[in-house]
């Protein structure tokens, strides 16, 4: 049964749905049916990006939904190739125009770019400029890091909304947390589920076999995706988990009728490993991630 999601209040009052679908490797021909998937289970947002190439199917989705645009909370990204001030909104042109709307509600950073960081500042003051446009609804960053955040926030005008980053119990970048806990920044979490550890070659090391998740899923009658998604929205953090089958998408929704112990919990802050399964934000180069993004 469908019913209302609750949401996360941002730092400009925008409300965002706590849960959303991500759709990073979902392919352009898959992208239209994990979508319409996840808006009649009753998800209210979308995780897209310029990067993923999928944002005009996850715009037809959309329009074609019951609910149509005016129901669905989109996020998108800029990749580090749109970075500089007028490259980015033109960025904020080819997207829009692949969603298929005037205005776009999270519209962030996808990267930080260490190596050009007037270019990352650039880009940012376009997010403020498109902020004070009215064609974006709220903006932020994604894999920035304290120092990252630290070096924006001083010449910013507008506090980011959100900061996405690689957050899964076996990589939870407690400090990045609480810096973005003392400016007011939601911590969204990418790879909720802990994706990324599935991807590692040769290591077996998935949270959805990890035996803490698994006995807490047991005793609670749900699965280990499910405990996992629960962890984060308990702790205050949005979640953006992906997935291609109609079947896990409404598991991973199925989250709001059951709560997680304080030692459950921590038993899951627990099992943080520090080992990144992303790229190392400082390694983000335009050279090492060039990808062109096409126009609308
Ligand atoms: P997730 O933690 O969401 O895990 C996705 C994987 O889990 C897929 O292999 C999926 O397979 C599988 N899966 C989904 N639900 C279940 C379930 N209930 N039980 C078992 N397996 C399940 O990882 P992602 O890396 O995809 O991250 C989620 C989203 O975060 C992305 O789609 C994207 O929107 C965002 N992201 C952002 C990044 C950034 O740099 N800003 C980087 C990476 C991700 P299947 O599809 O076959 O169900």
Redesign the pocket.
């Known amino acids: 049964m469908a019913h209302d999601v609750p949401s996360i209040a941002l730092n400009n009052g925008v409300e965002m749905p706590s849960i959303g679908l991500?759709?990073?490797?979902?392919a352009p021909d898959e992208t239209r049916g994990a979508v319409a998937a996840a808006l009649d289970t009753g998800y209210r947002h979308i995780?897209?990006?310029a990067a993923?190439g999928n944002e005009r199917e996850v715009g037809e989705a959309v329009h074609a939904s019951k609910g149509g645009r005016a129901a669905v909370f989109l996020e998108t990204?800029i990749w580090i190739s749109d970075y500089g001030f007028d490259e980015t909104l033109h960025a904020f042109d080819k997207s829009a125009g692949k969603l298929g709307v005037d205005e776009i509600d999270l519209l962030i950073l996808?990267?930080a770019l260490p190596s050009d960081f007037d270019k990352t500042l650039g880009a940012y003051r376009a997010l403020e400029t498109l902020l004070k446009r009215g064609k974006v609804r709220a903006i932020g960053v994604?894999?920035f890091m304290t120092e990252h955040l630290t070096n924006l926030l001083d010449k910013a005008e507008v506090v980011p909304a959100v900061n996405?980053?690689?957050l899964?119990p076996y990589f939870q970048q407690p400090e990045v947390q609480a810096f973005n806990a003392e400016h007011g920044i939601v911590t969204q979490a990418?790879?909720?589920?802990?994706?990324?550890t599935?991807?590692r070659e040769g290591e077996h090391t998935s949270t959805?076999e990890d035996a803490t998740i698994v006995k807490i899923a047991e005793s609670n009658s749900k699965?280990?995706?499910?405990v996992m998604l629960r962890w984060h929205l308990q702790e205050g953090r949005s979640v953006?988990?992906?997935?291609?089958?109609p079947r896990?998408?409404a598991?991973?929704f199925d989250v709001f009728d059951f709560e997680l112990t304080t030692d459950e919990v921590a038993a899951i802050d627990g099992l943080d490993t520090g080992k990144r399964g992303?790229p190392e934000p400082d390694a983000i180069t335009l050279e090492s991630f060039a990808l062109e993004i096409p126009e609308a």
């Open positions: 991500g759709v990073f490797q979902t995780d897209t990006a993923y990204k996808h990267q994604s894999n996405q980053i690689e899964h990418w790879s909720p589920i802990g994706g990324i599935f991807y959805l699965s280990p995706a499910q953006i988990p992906k997935s291609t089958k896990r998408i598991e991973n992303g």
